[in-house]
């Protein structure tokens, strides 16, 4: 995202005021005059690109597709899966082996090794936190206290 730039100290212009106020006025530019200009056509543009798409000019049906209609994304339905109540590295195994058998889409073992991994992150967080605590509590660190 771009910033909005600060006028040059003692250049005498304030915040939203223009630095060159006989410039080129709004809606002048070379663009906005040929936009302008089609602005009045574009219900007849659409007909015509739509009579050539019907006619079998695939760019035109393309170019009305593309700007109509979103386009359509790859749903994986959910799949159940049963994992061991053993350690993480357990479950683990148990997506892998399920998306070799085919029993689950790679996607979603993708994003279920993933989730794992982030548990597995949090769960070394929570036992950290333990042994810090249990640290503090025998006041094995010297007496410091958080």
């Not at 393309?62 to 479950?91: H, M």
């Not at 994003?111 to 025998?138: F, H, K, N, P, Y």
Request: hydrophobic share 45%.
């Amino acid at each position: 995202m771009t910033e909005k730039r600060k006028p040059p100290a003692g250049h005498g212009w304030k915040p939203g005021q223009s630095g060159n106020p006989k410039g080129r006025k709004p809606g002048t530019s070379e663009v906005q005059k040929l936009r302008a200009a089609i602005a009045d056509r574009v219900p007849d543009i659409i007909k015509a690109l739509l009579a050539q798409a019907l006619e079998g000019d695939v760019a035109a049906a393309r170019l009305l597709l593309e700007r109509t209609i979103a386009p359509l994304k790859a749903v994986e339905p959910p799949q159940a899966i049963g994992l061991p109540d053993g350690n993480l590295t357990e479950q683990g195994r148990a997506v892998l082996a399920a998306v070799a058998a085919g029993e689950l889409a790679p996607g979603q073992g993708s994003t279920l090794i993933a989730a794992i991994g982030a548990l597995a992150r949090v769960a070394e967080i929570d036992e950290l936190t333990a042994r810090i605590e249990a640290l503090e509590a025998r006041g094995a660190l010297g007496g410091v206290n958080a």
